[in-house]
């Protein structure tokens, strides 16, 4: 039997392909994380407000909005999750586009593993407080 452990952090995971979602959901469960996901950005905006997550991973390209108005909504109803943007889009990720949004991290896809793991972990131990509390309208 192996014995309990405490979970690393809380991560809801929001991307509308189902292959992102489950892969990233495996790597951070087996990694000790506590883990939900999104296909759409509403229903991030639903599960986000009704629990605690420590960071929220959010895929730019969402059916219903744009990755970057998630964040914004997300911001203006005050969740302080920390926020980590992925997008496949290299012109996508410059780091000026989340100047002043409250994001705290942006990574490329595909993603490096190693990387990702990293990142959710420095994010976790952070604990809640965007790195920058300025939210656009």
Do not use: H, W, Y
């Amino acid at each position: 039997m192996l014995p309990d452990r405490k979970p690393v952090g809380s991560v809801l995971v929001v991307d509308d392909a189902e292959n992102i979602r489950d892969i990233l959901s495996l790597v951070l469960l087996n990694a000790g994380f506590e883990i939900a996901a999104a296909d759409t950005g509403a229903r991030a905006l639903e599960m986000a407000a009704a629990g605690c997550f420590d960071v929220l991973v959010v895929d730019l390209g969402l059916p219903d909005m744009d990755g970057m108005d998630l964040v914004k909504r997300l911001r203006k109803a005050g969740i302080r999750s920390r926020i980590v943007v992925l997008s496949g889009r290299a012109d996508a990720l410059s780091p000026e586009a989340f100047e002043g949004l409250g994001v705290d991290g942006v990574l490329p896809k595909p993603l490096e593993l190693q990387t990702f793991l990293g990142e959710m972990r420095r994010l976790a131990a952070a604990g809640l407080e965007p790195a920058q509390e300025e939210v656009r309208p």
